[in-house]
């Protein structure tokens, strides 16, 4: 199964489908990574926070699969934002990972009340500059986050990663990041499988299509152009959540899926982070 890639606005291509490895620890990573590059995914999305990067960098190591065919993103930790601890963090990842550059960091909360994000971002971007990372970007950036990172920064950050389902389709901040061409890509792509996948509208396109109801949505991501990067521990889902490349809703189908939007967040809103907050 070929997966596709996404360019992102600097040329450089991202695998549509990664492995969100949020929660996957120690003892079930190196499982999860062989069944994942065994059904064809090379993007891993972990992140500082997580406590899980040793791990993610070890199973990857044990693979055949070369280290420039794998798209690893990792993230700047809030407690760890300012221009010389984004130095610092950076290289803790890397030697996490064991690897020697990364192909996409990422701030990881805006934490704006906190002032930090424009010079974390300016140490990204001379970590950009000097090769270090492939591409740079943010996640959990409203509207407003972005105007003030882009007009203080030089280079436009190559990705928001977002809470991003059905029933919180962000349509707002995904017009802004298409406008500006920053690639969105969804975290919670399943919404955390709490009643989304027993929506009527989703089980109908699932019978219509002999597929299950993640993949219906997984595709409804996909027709918007995201990236997405779903997390499951389990063989089975795994592959499931990557056997998306042989079928296609039709434009009525992806619209009455944007139809369910309820403007309901799961996660916490961005603009109430604070640095600190969650441990
Ligand atoms: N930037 C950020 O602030 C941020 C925040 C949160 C997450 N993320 C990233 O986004 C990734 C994905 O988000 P997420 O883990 O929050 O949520 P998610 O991918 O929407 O959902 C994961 C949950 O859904 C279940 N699941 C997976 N595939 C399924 C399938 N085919 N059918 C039914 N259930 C399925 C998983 O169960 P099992 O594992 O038990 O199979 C798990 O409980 C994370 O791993 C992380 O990399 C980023």
Redesign the pocket.
């Known amino acids: 199964m070929i997966n596709d890639s996404q360019i992102l606005n600097n040329g450089y291509p991202m695998p549509s489908v990664g492995l969100?490895?949020?929660?996957i620890d120690d003892d079930g990573m190196e499982k999860v990574v062989t069944t994942a590059l065994d059904a064809g995914y090379r993007a891993f999305?972990?992140?500082y926070f997580y406590g899980n990067e040793q791990a993610l960098g070890r199973a990857l190591s044990q693979s055949d699969i070369p280290r420039e065919d794998l798209f690893i993103t990792t993230?700047l930790w809030n407690d760890y934002q300012g221009y010389d601890k984004t130095f610092e963090y950076f290289q803790k990842s890397l030697e996490h990972l064991g690897t020697d550059y990364l192909d996409l960091f990422?701030i990881?909360?805006p934490c704006e009340a906190d002032g930090l994000f424009i010079e974390s971002y300016q140490a990204m971007e001379e970590l950009y500059e000097q090769g270090k990372v492939k591409a740079i970007g943010v996640?959990?950036f409203k509207q407003h986050h972005l105007e003030k990172l882009m007009a203080h920064t030089n280079i436009k950050p190559m990705v928001n990663?977002i809470?991003l389902?059905p029933y919180f389709n962000q349509q707002d901040v995904q017009e802004f990041c298409d406008n500006h061409d920053i690639k969105v890509t969804a975290?919670?792509?399943?919404?955390?499988?709490r009643g989304l996948?027993e929506d009527p509208v989703i089980v109908k396109l699932a019978e219509k299509y002999q597929k299950?109801p993640?993949q219906i949505v997984l595709r409804w991501h996909l027709a918007h152009n995201r990236i997405i990067?779903?997390?499951?521990?389990?063989p089975e889902?795994i592959r499931?959540?990557y056997d998306l490349f042989d079928f296609n809703l039709e434009i009525t189908e992806v619209a009455e899926i944007d139809s369910l939007n309820k403007n309901a967040r799961q996660?916490k809103d961005p603009d109430k982070v604070r640095i600190g907050d969650l441990k």
């Open positions: 969100g490895v949020y929660k999305d972990t992140a993230k990422l990881h909360w996640c959990n990663q809470e389902h975290w919670m792509p399943l919404m955390r499988n996948l299950t993640a990067i779903p997390k499951s521990k389990t889902r499931e959540n996660g």
